[in-house]
């Protein structure tokens, strides 16, 4: 640990996740005081040549403590890789895992792959990325820079098992991953990606052996909704969605069993300290929301910020912490029978709640960059972002209410319609319609004065 460190913000688990899976508390994503984001919660697999050369080192670097570790000590993205490479040169890499690193001005993604071996490089800025459990780097002079370990291609041509490809330039994915390692659990959710944010190009059905690129051209600008609203995606519309189909064999991109998900939105032309917004799900995003955390907060609200205690591992307190709210109603939306009728109209509310406060954070922010009293600015975006998850928990814990108490109401084997006069049945299966969510999503418009 170096002797100074910044102020950042993360999403640890709670103790009782903690206690629950027997684990460290794992920052998930992160935001610091000089604009600096990071996530490194992407596992991937190298194959058995690579792995052969170079095993993985039992205590070495980890996702559960590589974020925290160079968040707090880096003042821009380029300087943030270089902590994260030197713990992999010095005491090795535990997991085969790839990070995002974002500032104000760059962003730089590495695939760390062996013990010692990695490869970061800084991404284009008229591009994006989509990106599964699975490594997508092929050749390193199609970036601008690039920072690898020392060994990186020597190795893999003394161990006789690199790739060459393009200009007899090393193929990265080919050599210390492939195609042999690539699982339709990952390589599924890269596809649907490039389906949805350039569909003019790949709009083709899912293939396993399509090589699809790290980065590329999306057909249109891509919004902060587009982003949250992949993190929800299901394969709806295809043969692979579970719960239009009812399949059990597919790793969609919204799952139910995530604990936390984010979207780091950063402003380029703001002070570094208020330049990030954390917007974070707790629980499955499904059929959760997203609320603001902005890098200059001082605090969270009081739910947010809940640790439920280690002893109270198997509570599932869905009045206390929003997690468990949001769980449940993923658990009671999910599913052929549900998602229709109680999960698609939990959606729309959300998505018009989400839209309304991504509207009002940008306004927020706009506000509060004309405040000079740094102190004054922190508190005033604090008591915004708080105010936001205090409306979305107390709104989920009312929706959750009102998809049960509907489910229970409709809940009835009997399923023919029959004549209210003579009872005879008609011969008609009863149709459910969608749930009406009565809650007004305009109040999420509301942003406060500066003064």
Known sequence: MPATTYKYTATPYMNSTQAYKDGSPDAAACTNEYGVSMSMSVTAFPNKDALKADPLEEGGICEDAAVDLVICQSKTAREAVEPLCKIIDKYGSGESNIAIIADQNEVWY????????????????????????????????????????????????????????????????????????TTEYSHMRTWIGHKILAPSKYNSNYDHNTMYPLCFSPDKDVSLQDVCQLLRNRYEGTEYSPDETGRVDVRVIGSDTTLSAHVIQVFPNLLAEMSCINWISSGPPVYGVFI??????????????????????????????????????????LGPDNYKIYG??????????????????????????????????????TSYCNDMQNKAFEDGKQILNDV????????????????PETHQMTGKQVEIPPMNITLDASKYKYVPSAQ
């Open 344 to 381: 698609e109209p939990v959606q729309n509310y959300w998505k018009k709640a989400e839209s309304n406060m991504f509207d009002g954070m940008s306004k927020v922010i706009e506000k509060a960059s004309k405040i000079n009293d740094s102190d004054v600015r922190a508190s005033y975006i």
């Open 110 to 181: 590495v695939e760390m792959y062996t013990g010692h071996q990695y490869a970061a490089v800084k991404l284009p800025k008229d591009k994006v990325a989509v990106f599964g459990n699975e490594y997508s780097l092929e050749y390193l002079s199609d970036y601008e820079e690039n920072i690898t370990s020392k060994d990186l291609i020597s190795l893999a041509e003394e161990k006789s098992f690199a790739v060459n490809g393009t200009d007899n330039e090393i193929n990265l994915f080919e050599t210390y991953s492939g195609k042999e390692m």
């Open 292 to 333: 603001p955390v902005s890098n200059d907060c001082t605090n969270v609200s009081e739910a947010y910020g809940a640790d439920q205690p280690a002893e109270d591992k198997e509570v599932f307190d869905t009045e206390n912490y929003p997690y468990y709210t949001f769980k449940e109603l993923c658990t009671n939306c």
């Open 404 to 419: 049960i108490w509907t489910q229970n109401k409709n809940r009835n084997t009997f399923k023919i319609e029959r004549n």
